[in-house]
């Protein structure tokens, strides 16, 4: 019996310091489940901050980039519209019967350009040439719808009846003299006024579009001379956009 109970005793301490180790070890993984389990918010914390610092950076460069692009090469830029020349095809004079008034025709030749600095096309619409004398419109002409394709260039080319004859009263308030001095073959100087009226619009993909109307003013002097020749001088124009 006495070799008995001195054996108990050491199986007791050998089952207890097995269970301490268990414990311990149990206690150390328990530990670490928990630092794994305070560590694991935390990692997705700094993720979605990374990932919405990323996306702020992102926008803010996209940002800056529309930016620049708007205001230099995007930036819808004014066209100018010029008239080269203007030239007269010939002047019919009538000088009628009786009842029949005197009638003086011309038909100028407008050459008119519209550049387009934009790096998108300028598309317009129908366009208007008016000549005036004085006050009075003398001649009209229309120009068909047409696109100024990006850094072109784009001609026109009008061709005006212009009429003289209501021209010639003001010149010449005398009708009689008037023709009387134009028909001896005296220069005669008739001032005209043309106004050109263009409307159009330019898109930048879409996004950046700006309604433009070109507007054109110009003065001129006809020179004519009764079966000799005709000629377009003094002449200066301004245009304006809106």
């Known amino acids: 019996m006495s070799e008995k109970e001195k054996v108990k005793p050491l199986v007791r301490g050998d089952s207890l310091r097995v269970t301490a180790s268990e414990t311990a070890v149990s206690a150390e993984a328990a530990g670490d489940v928990e630092v794994a389990r305070r560590d694991k918010p935390s990692k997705r914390?700094?993720?979605?901050?990374?990932c919405c610092a990323c996306c702020g950076v992102t926008v803010v460069v996209l940002g800056l980039l529309v930016l620049i692009l708007a205001l230099t090469v995007f930036k819808v830029k004014d066209p100018s519209m010029t008239m080269n020349s203007v030239s007269v095809d010939g002047v019919q004079v009538d000088l009628g019967?009786?009842?029949?008034?005197?009638?003086i025709n011309a038909t100028v030749n407008a050459d008119i350009s519209i550049k387009n600095p934009n790096a998108a096309s300028?598309?317009?619409?129908?366009s208007t040439t008016e000549f005036y004398y004085k006050e009075q419109k003398v001649g009209v002409a229309y120009a068909p719808s047409g696109n100024a394709r990006a850094h072109r260039t784009?001609?026109?080319?009008?061709?005006v009846d212009v009429f003289a004859?209501?021209?010639?009263?003001a010149a010449?308030?005398?009708?009689?003299?008037?023709?009387?001095f134009l028909l001896a073959g005296n220069p005669v100087d008739i001032d005209l006024r043309s106004y050109t009226a263009v409307k159009g619009r330019v898109s930048v993909w879409g996004i950046y579009k700006r309604n433009l109307?070109?507007?054109?003013?110009?003065t001129m002097t006809l020179v004519f001379v009764y079966n000799q020749s005709q000629e377009v001088t003094n002449k200066v124009c301004k245009a304006t956009v809106k």
């Open 154 to 159: 784009v001609r026109m080319n009008v061709t």
């Open 213 to 218: 109307d070109i507007r054109m003013n110009c």
């Open 172 to 180: 010449f308030p005398n009708l009689t003299l008037g023709l009387g």
């Open 97 to 103: 019967e009786q009842e029949r008034p005197v009638s």
């Open 165 to 169: 004859d209501r021209a010639v009263p």
């Open 122 to 126: 300028f598309r317009f619409r129908n």
């Open 45 to 50: 914390r700094r993720c979605a901050v990374r």
